[in-house]
């Protein structure tokens, strides 16, 4: 079955919007999870790793049955898991899968202004243009096993890599446009692009939600990484930190009022989207809903920021 990607017609370029259709019983599955796990069919992937300059990941394209969509794996930090990169170039092409597990991660940046719709059974592989980057709005990034490996350790911040702003990426991530357009069985959602991963910020913990298998969610005030000044940029935004990883092990010793700085990456908030679902109206055009998923951390211990 090939994937369903489509060229969104009626919709004018200078919107250069994204199409993601998606079963409802997969945004209830995911919504309160961190992760995902899936046997992976290598189709493309990067030679060598990026440079720490470019963000030091490897991308992995390929498909998967418990996913349905165009996906690309990626392995942080890749340079420091050789044995990780052999394993994928081992099956990159032979159409053979490996177990594979990382955080699940829905976000408008590869979309290519196409319709993503969610299909059964892995698919066929992309045939176009940059087989690494496919057109995709889904992604398993980081990636945190491999055939067994285990990859968590690669979740620290990238030496080389000048991260992004938290002003200009969260102002970003505020001001973007989402829809919502349900049906009976599945779920529409029409989103412009945003980009900026890699953000570098400060934490405020807020409050804690109960601690799933795979993580924890918390509640957090989001400030600027200024040494000097820290500047209050969100008020309440949901932060996911992954079981076994260096940023999880850390904030767990956080208090209510305590801070920590981070490098993380956003995702749509399918705990959002849900609530969003059931109460409609205009809920349904709000603007983006997303979380961020904490993937290093540069404290040492439990600092203080804002009031």
Request: aromatic share 8%; glycine share 8%; with cysteine.
């Amino acid at each position: 079955m090939m994937y369903a990607i489509l060229f969104v017609s009626s919709i004018s370029p200078s919107y250069a919007d994204d199409i993601l259709e998606l079963n409802r019983s997969f945004i209830e599955k995911y919504k309160n999870r961190l992760t995902i796990s899936a046997q992976y069919v290598v189709d493309a992937a990067h030679k060598k790793p990026n440079p720490g300059s470019k963000d030091g990941d490897m991308h992995v394209a390929g498909r998967a049955p418990e996913i349905g969509l165009a996906t690309v794996a990626e392995i942080q930090n890749a340079k420091s898991v050789p044995a990780a990169v052999d394993a994928i170039h081992a099956l990159e092409g032979t159409g053979q899968s490996i177990a594979l597990s990382g955080v699940w991660r829905i976000w408008p940046e590869h979309g290519g202004d196409n319709s993503h719709i969610q299909q059964s059974g892995a698919g066929s592989p992309y045939e176009g243009p940059t087989p690494t980057n496919p057109p995709h709005v889904f992604e398993i990034h980081p990636i945190l096993n491999l055939g067994g490996q285990d990859l968590s350790p690669t979740l620290q911040p990238i030496q080389g890599f000048e991260e992004k702003d938290a002003e200009d990426a969260f102002s970003r991530y505020e001001r973007s446009t989402f829809e919502i357009m349900p049906s009976e069985d599945r779920v529409r959602m029409r989103m412009r692009m945003v980009g900026y991963n890699y953000v570098k910020f400060m934490l405020k913990l807020r409050k804690r939600f109960h601690r799933e298998d795979d993580g924890e969610f918390v509640s957090a005030a989001i400030y600027s990484a200024k040494e000097d000044e820290q500047e209050l940029l969100v008020h309440d935004r949901r932060v996911g930190f992954v079981a076994g990883t260096a940023p999880d092990e850390k904030q767990k010793s956080l208090q209510v009022g305590d801070c920590m700085l981070l490098l993380g990456i956003p995702r749509v908030d399918l705990a959002l989207v849900s609530w969003r679902i059931k109460h409609g109206g205009d809920a349904l055009r709000w603007s983006m809903p997303y979380e961020i998923i904490a993937v290093g951390v540069y404290d040492d211990a439990p600092t203080q920021c804002g009031e």
